[in-house]
């Protein structure tokens, strides 16, 4: 009869078997955008099933997601979580229903879970009385932009073809002055451009931090 060592429990690392809770949720608030980049693989892209789904998040499914973290928090004994909450572009009518996503979800979780909220905008639509209502609604605010030039965001333009860099430079002016709620900017890496001119541009619009994300892409292009 063969025999075989006994199995050595003792020394297995018991954390291998928990599952790791999810502590970031990206919620999309709008599922359209006043601007048309030209590299966008969402709008621009082949795949055109977002003109069949809700322009907007309806209220039922902010309620049921909500509910379902909320879930997930109880469920992992969380006492903390972030929700990101992006399009298209969530300021797209103004800030309320991104207000609105984030009061049902710190509703629904339990009392002693913090949930630090931010919204990731193209700045055309920040205006100072939204950053207002966002700010004292305890959610910051990040920055999408491809450099702090107007050469660098040559291809972020809205549906008539108009530059959306005058109005991004200002919203990046109103964060400034308001670092409390300033999240940060996250820009796409065009490989046309020079990579130092567009950090040392970025860095004169003074945001706590910058993130960097490549272009789609596939072997054709």
Known sequence: MTTHPQWPHAVLDPTAHRPTPFRQFVLKVHGR????????YVYR????????RPRRTPEPTMRRTAAR???HVREHG???IRVELHGGEPLLTGPEPVLAYVRAVREAVPADCRVT???QTNGTRLTAAALDRLAGAGVRVGLSLDGGRATHNARRVDHAGRPAWPAARA????LAARPETYAGILCTIDPATDPHDVYRS???????GVDFL??????AH
């Open 171 to 174: 919203a990046a002016r109103r």
């Open 78 to 80: 969380l006492d903390r």
């Open 45 to 52: 892209g082949r795949d055109d099933g977002w003109r069949e």
């Open 33 to 40: 955008c006043n601007l048309d980049c030209s590299y966008c």
């Open 117 to 119: 909220a931010t919204v």
């Open 69 to 71: 973290i909320a879930e």
């Open 202 to 208: 970025l860095l004169d619009l003074d945001p706590p």
């Open 214 to 219: 490549l272009p789609h892409a596939n072997w």
